[in-house]
């Protein structure tokens, strides 16, 4: 089993739909959450950055950590066709000014149709 | 741009032969790390350099190694390559804790 969850899809949604993308982990450690958007052939692009459990929102997109649950999601409001891509989910164990390594899901193949 | 630097873009080399990967990271960054990305193993964590003293390891393979300059800058070798070598290989930049990871636009590697 991987560490970390995340089924690949591709998931296809309408124009201006709330999509939600979701990653399951085991690893209790893990205290940082990311996710990531990666066109393809592209370098992922950070999205969002959360530490712990909580909510976080930027403008469409919302990211929730629910540690009890080792679940995270990240949603996406008014969906546009420009946000079609995989998307990545990403979690690191306890930082010090090093960093630490990211382990990634598989990523979600998202495609918003006009 | 992301600010992280990674040459050459494309690579294409035969079995056997040795390349180097290149990577700048964003100005002040200390920490880099290389990932693997391959379309059966997704992005696959190899190595950690900080302020020029590897930091962590991943699954790397012995054939792979990897350093960082005084001037922060990375550098990638691989070595005897194999065909299931080809991948996209990103290298990624972060400051202190909370800023996030910063990856460039990869080499994308076909060994044939």
């Known amino acids: 089993q991987k560490e970390v969850e995340q089924d690949p899809g591709p998931l296809s949604v309408p124009e201006g739909a709330i999509v939600s993308l979701n990653c399951t982990y085991s690893?209790?450690?893990?205290?940082?959450f990311m996710w990531y958007r990666q066109y393809s052939r592209k370098g992922p692009e950070l999205l969002m950055y959360?530490?712990?459990?909580g909510n976080k929102e930027d403008g469409r997109f919302t990211a929730q950590v629910d540690k009890s649950s080792k679940y995270i999601s990240l949603f996406i409001r008014d969906s546009q066709p420009s946000d079609s891509a995989t998307y990545l989910c990403?979690?690191?164990?306890?930082?010090?000014?090093?960093?630490?390594?990211?382990?990634f899901g598989g990523g979600t193949r998202l495609m918003v149709k006009p | 741009d992301s600010g992280v630097t990674q040459t050459p873009k494309h690579l294409i080399t035969a079995t056997g032969q040795r390349v180097t990967l290149r990577c700048s990271p964003r100005?002040?960054?200390?920490?880099v790390y290389w990932y693997q990305q391959s379309l059966d193993q997704g992005l696959q964590f190899l190595i950690q350099?900080?302020?020029?003293?590897?930091?962590a390891k991943g699954n790397i393979l012995e054939r792979f190694s990897a350093q960082q300059f005084p001037d922060l800058h990375s550098e990638l070798n691989l070595s005897s390559l194999e065909l299931g070598d080809s991948a996209l290989y990103f290298c990624?930049?972060?400051?202190?804790?909370?800023?996030?990871?910063?990856f460039g636009s990869g080499t994308r590697l076909t060994v044939v």
């Open positions: 690893n209790s450690a893990f205290q940082y």
């Open positions: 990403a979690m690191s164990e306890p930082q010090d000014n090093a960093g630490n390594m990211l382990t």
């Open positions: 990624a930049s972060s400051a202190r804790t909370g800023s996030g990871y910063t």
């Open positions: 959360t530490y712990s459990s």
């Open positions: 350099y900080y302020n020029g003293e590897e930091r």
């Open positions: 100005s002040g960054d200390l920490s």
